[in-house]
C-alpha cells in the first residue's frame, strides 16, 4: 500500500512540474518570441499611447464614429472578463424584441442609410466582443458619420474600402472591418 502512495505522490510531483511549470514556461516563451504582438494584447498604439486592442471591441456612442456590433459581455457590454453571447434562440421573444429595438435605433441614427441593415449590426457575437463588422455594417453607417464629420460619402467610403481585411489566408472567414483602426484613421484625416 505504501508502494502504491509513493508512485501515486512521485507521478503528482512530475506531473505538477512538467504540466504546472515548464510546459507554460515554455509555451510562453515561444509565444513571446514567434508571435509577440499578439501575446500581449494586440495593443493598437495611436500617437505614441495604446487606445485599445485590435481584438476587443468597444463602445462608440457619438455620431461621427463607427459602432462595432451590439454587446452581451457584462452587464454593460464590451466586458473581455465577461465574455459570451445572449444565448438566445431564434424563437426568444427577449431575442425577437432586442432585435427590434436595435433595428429601430439604427433607422433613428442613420436616417440617410439607404442600404439594408446588415445583421452584424443587430446582433451580438458568440464573445460579445467582437472587433471588427461586416464591410457592408461600415458601408450602413457611412451616411452618418459623413454628415457628422462635415466630410464626402465618396471619401468615407473610399476610407471603408481601405480598410476592409479579406479572408484569412483567403478562403477563411468573412471580410471584415476593424471598428478601431477604421475610426482611428477618421481621426487622423483632415476634413
Do not use: C
Amino acid at each position: 500500500m505504501l508502494k502504491f502512495v509513493a508512485t501515486s505522490l512521485r507521478m503528482t510531483i512530475v506531473t505538477i512540474v512538467l504540466l504546472g511549470l515548464l510546459y507554460p514556461l515554455a509555451m510562453t516563451g515561444f509565444a513571446q518570441i514567434l508571435f509577440a504582438y499578439q501575446a500581449n494584447g494586440s495593443f493598437v498604439i495611436h500617437n505614441g499611447e495604446p487606445v485599445g486592442s485590435a481584438i476587443i471591441g468597444q463602445r462608440w456612442t457619438k455620431p461621427q464614429y463607427f459602432y462595432g456590433r451590439p454587446s452581451a459581455a457584462g452587464t454593460n457590454g464590451y466586458d473581455p472578463t465577461a465574455t459570451g453571447g445572449t444565448n438566445l434562440g431564434p424563437s426568444s421573444k427577449k431575442l425577437i424584441a432586442a432585435t427590434r429595438a436595435a433595428i429601430a435605433a439604427l433607422k433613428r441614427e442613420n436616417p440617410d442609410a439607404t442600404l439594408p441593415i446588415p445583421m452584424d449590426l443587430v446582433t451580438s457575437s458568440a464573445s460579445g466582443i467582437d472587433p471588427d463588422i461586416s464591410p457592408q455594417a461600415a458601408y450602413y453607417q457611412a451616411p452618418r458619420v459623413a454628415k457628422a464629420r462635415g466630410m464626402s460619402l465618396a471619401r468615407v467610403d473610399a476610407l471603408i474600402a481601405r480598410h476592409v481585411d479579406g479572408r484569412t489566408f483567403g478562403f477563411l472567414g468573412e471580410p471584415r472591418v476593424n471598428v478601431l483602426r477604421l475610426n482611428l484613421a477618421l481621426d487622423d484625416l483632415r476634413p
